[in-house]
């Protein structure tokens, strides 16, 4: 697929302009001509933000007339074997055609439903694909200013010791956090974690398996962090966190699947049809 973007993009910025109206010329290089229809066309095959669609216009052009003056070298060399880069050509057309094919036709027949059953059958038929290399946790993180208020009785219920506790450390989230994070249900890398939370001086191993609780004041915020479960690492990885990449590994071998079946059901027809003559 890379090999048809930049061929593609290539075939884009060597196009000349068509005898229909396409706008004004935008450059010329020796009996190329580039259209403000080009630019256009490029322009919306592509994303980029749009204050900074004058540089791009600009890359474009720019790179349009390189190409231009490269391309017009290429071709009055002799020594260039243009029945070489024709042949290329048609074979990199041949190729795009076919993959564009497989991609309204997979587009068509893909089942995009993915069981719960199906999920649970990979992961246990994949083991050693997740292995954990970092530990996961299930962690209650907050991160408050210095002048909030209560700030006392949210150390009193991080800990969560009784079921309240969360409910009110939730809605004073809501109110003074600036930053929050809950989630008991799934599971989050704790390096993740470290990138919000500036713990220093820990031992990783120790401070997840003691379940750790603690909080402190650093640069004008109070941080709580209660780790409430964990995962070691170079153990396997759940199956609620390996779900939605359990889920994409299906689908992709579905689609390799489905192609490989496409193209040889094609090819089957085709002879069957009585439509090849092999001389």
Not at 13 to 26: F, H, P, Q, T
Request: with cysteine.
């Amino acid at each position: 697929m890379q090999k048809f973007l930049f061929l593609l993009g290539l075939l884009t910025l060597v196009s000349c302009g068509s005898e229909e109206d396409k706008g004004r010329v935008l450059a010329e290089v020796y009996e190329e001509q580039l259209f403000e229809a080009d630019l256009k066309s490029y322009l919306n095959s592509i994303e980029y933000e749009k204050q900074d669609s004058a540089v791009v216009a600009s890359a474009y052009v720019n790179e349009w007339v390189e190409t231009q003056i490269l391309v017009h070298h290429a071709k009055a060399n002799e020594n260039v074997d243009q029945n070489h880069i024709d042949q290329k050509v048609r074979e990199f057309e041949n190729d795009l055609y076919i993959y564009e094919l497989e991609q309204v036709l997979v587009n068509e027949k893909l089942d995009t439903v993915v069981s719960d059953e199906e999920i649970k059958a990979y992961y246990e038929s994949h083991q050693e694909d997740f292995q954990l290399n970092d530990y996961l946790v299930k962690v209650l993180y907050i991160k408050i200013p210095v002048d909030a208020p209560n700030i006392d009785e949210v150390g009193a219920k991080y800990r969560l010791n009784r079921p309240t506790d969360i409910e009110d450390i939730e809605a004073f989230a809501k109110i003074y956090a600036t930053n929050y994070y809950y989630d008991p249900d799934n599971w989050i890398y704790f390096d993740d974690l470290l990138k919000e939370i500036p713990l220093q001086d820990i031992k990783k191993d120790q401070f997840i398996m003691k379940k750790s609780k603690v909080r402190f004041e650093e640069n004008g915020y109070h941080y709580f962090l209660n780790v409430i479960d964990y995962k070691l690492k170079n153990t396997i990885s759940p199956l609620g966190f390996e779900k939605k990449n359990i889920k994409e590994r299906i689908l992709n071998r579905r689609i390799k699947e489905l192609r490989t079946t496409i193209k040889n059901d094609l090819i089957k027809e085709g002879y069957e049809s009585n439509s090849v003559t092999i001389k």
